[in-house]
């Protein structure tokens, strides 16, 4: 891992600022919605070996091909069209292409000195479409910075004979996760997002990171941290139930707490609706489309996913509504419908002064 990036001298423009105070004023107002999938969208573009490389990446010395962050690289165009798709579809945010843009992901691809570059111009795409949507009809569009989760984790071992291995550090994840949330911001990213987290010590040292460089900036920027629950357990990969997790998260101040993939929206609706009754912010979703089939696609409807996300809304659950695996603009569009008109979640408030902890599981003392 190459030593920490000097942040730079950023500042929150005023137009930025603008944003950021619009983006309060609609989330208090109505239900937001996120746009659905990428890779899924990227997929059907039947890139090449040639194609992910692009004319810069020519002679790059390993293979590139499934490296879809490196496209805002060498296929703008391409990340741009499915921006535009789901802008259009009637998304208020619109999440930039850099799930694996993070030093520790790309360095699958010996690219780990090109993250940072990923992530600004993955943003800066993300950015000129926002901006061109609100031109054309002058609601406001938000640019979400994506950050998943890379593909290690500090608290799980890579070997099963071996319980105390780790393949990454938490300071390794704070840099990385750090660096790329500098690329983002510089790009113009409005939010932020941690999203699939499944180990919660990786989302942790992501917070830190991201605290950091606030800190250094003298600003913050709204940040989403969304947690991911693998089966009907209702426990993260980590093994933290979701009280846990929230317990693990709050003090990070999230400007909205999240669920995505993993589950259908069949499957999410409990754990969507625990989380309402517990977070003291708002709450946003993003399922996938059901669950994957045998040929691992997914066969979950338009007008099937809207129904189930139409009614967690009616139910009261919902700020943020979204769509993950599987998904694509038809889904955002159906989603759009179902959700106008309906009022935004009341965010609860718990005044009671008690210490809350969480391990695997969550502890309450004092009332």
Same mark, same amino acid.
């Given at each position: 891992m190459s030593p920490v990036t000097a942040a730079p001298a950023l500042s929150l423009s005023t137009a930025a600022a603008d944003r950021i105070e619009a983006l309060h004023l609609a989330l208090a107002e109505r239900i937001l919605v996120l746009d659905g999938a990428w890779g899924t969208l990227i997929q059907g573009y039947r890139l090449d070996e040639? /194609? &992910?490389?692009?004319?810069? &990446?020519?002679?790059?010395?390993?293979?590139?091909?499934?490296? $879809?962050?490196?496209?805002?690289? +060498?296929?703008?165009?391409?990340?741009?069209?499915?921006? !535009?798709? *789901?802008?259009?579809?009637? #998304?208020?945010? $619109?999440? $930039?292409? +850099? &799930?694996?843009? +993070?030093?520790?992901?790309?360095? !699958? *691809?010996?690219? @780990? !000195? *090109?993250?940072? @570059?990923?992530?600004r111009e993955g943003a800066r795409i993300a950015r000129e479409a926002a901006d061109a949507a609100t031109a054309r009809d002058g609601r406001?569009?938000?640019? #979400?910075?994506?950050?998943?989760? +890379?593909?290690? #984790?500090a608290s799980i071992s890579p070997d099963v004979n071996d319980p105390g291995a780790r393949n990454t550090t938490f300071d390794e994840l704070r840099e990385a996760y750090r660096d790329a949330a500098i690329g983002l911001l510089e790009g113009g990213a409005d939010i932020l997002v941690v999203e699939t987290i499944f180990d919660t010590l990786n989302g942790k040292a992501a917070i830190f990171g991201i605290d950091e460089l606030f800190e250094e900036l003298g600003y913050r920027v709204p940040l989403i941290l969304s947690g991911t629950i693998v089966d009907a357990s209702g426990r993260t990969l980590s093994g933290q139930t979701l009280e846990a997790f929230w317990i693990s998260i709050r003090h990070a101040r999230p400007f909205a707490v999240s669920l995505n993939c993993s589950l259908g929206p069949e499957q999410l609706r409990a754990y969507v609706g625990e989380l309402s009754r517990m977070a003291d912010v708002p709450v946003a979703a993003y399922p996938n489309a059901g669950l994957p089939n045998e040929f691992g696609g997914y066969d979950e409807t338009p007008e099937q996913m809207a129904a189930s996300l /139409?009614?967690?809304?009616?139910? /009261?659950?919902?700020?943020?509504? /979204?769509s993950c695996c599987g998904s694509g603009p038809d889904h955002t569009r159906a989603i759009v419908a179902a959700v106008r008109g309906v009022p935004p979640r009341r965010i609860p408030t718990d005044e009671r002064h008690v210490m809350r902890l969480s391990g695997l599981e969550a502890v309450e003392v004092g009332a």
């Open positions: 040639a /194609g &992910f490389r692009g004319e810069r &990446f020519r002679d790059w010395p390993v293979d590139l091909k499934g490296d $879809t962050d490196l496209l805002n690289l +060498t296929r703008p165009d391409i990340v741009r069209e499915i921006h !535009d798709r *789901y802008l259009d579809a009637g #998304a208020d945010i $619109t999440s $930039t292409n +850099t &799930f694996t843009a +993070t030093r520790i992901a790309q360095a !699958d *691809y010996r690219l @780990e !000195d *090109y993250a940072r @570059e990923i992530n406001p569009r938000w640019v #979400a910075g994506s950050l998943g989760p +890379t593909n290690r #984790a /139409g009614a967690w809304a009616r139910d /009261g659950l919902l700020n943020i509504a /979204g």
